[in-house]
C-alpha cells in the first residue's frame, strides 16, 4: 500500500502538461478498448463519485451547497 501511495506522489508532483498527456493516453486507450459511448458514461459516473466525494468531506450540508449555486453574483 506504501508503494502505491509513493506512486501517486511522484505522478501527483509531475508538471501538469505531463498529467494531461497522462489523462489523454488513458482516455485514448479506454475509447479503443470499450468504445466512446461507454467512456463517456464512465467519465459521468467519476465526476458524480468525486462531487459526492467532496460534498461527503467538505461536510457540507445541502442548504449550504444549494444557496453556493443560487448566489446572484455567482456568474459575475
Given amino acids: 500500500m506504501e508503494r502505491i501511495a509513493q ?3 511522484k505522478i501527483a508532483a509531475l508538471p501538469k ?3 494531461g498527456v497522462i489523462a489523454g493516453v488513458v482516455s485514448w ?3 479503443l478498448l470499450f468504445g466512446f ?3 463517456l458514461l464512465l467519465a459521468v459516473f467519476v465526476g458524480i463519485g468525486y ?3 467532496k460534498f461527503a468531506d467538505d461536510r457540507a450540508n445541502v442548504h449550504d451547497l ?3 449555486l443560487w448566489q446572484s ?3 459575475e
Fill in 73 to 75: 453574483d455567482r456568474f
Fill in 7 to 9: 506512486f501517486f506522489h
Fill in 29 to 31: 486507450l479506454l475509447i
Fill in 66 to 68: 444549494v444557496s453556493r
Fill in 17 to 19: 502538461r505531463y498529467l
Fill in 51 to 53: 462531487a459526492i466525494g
Fill in 37 to 39: 459511448f461507454p467512456t
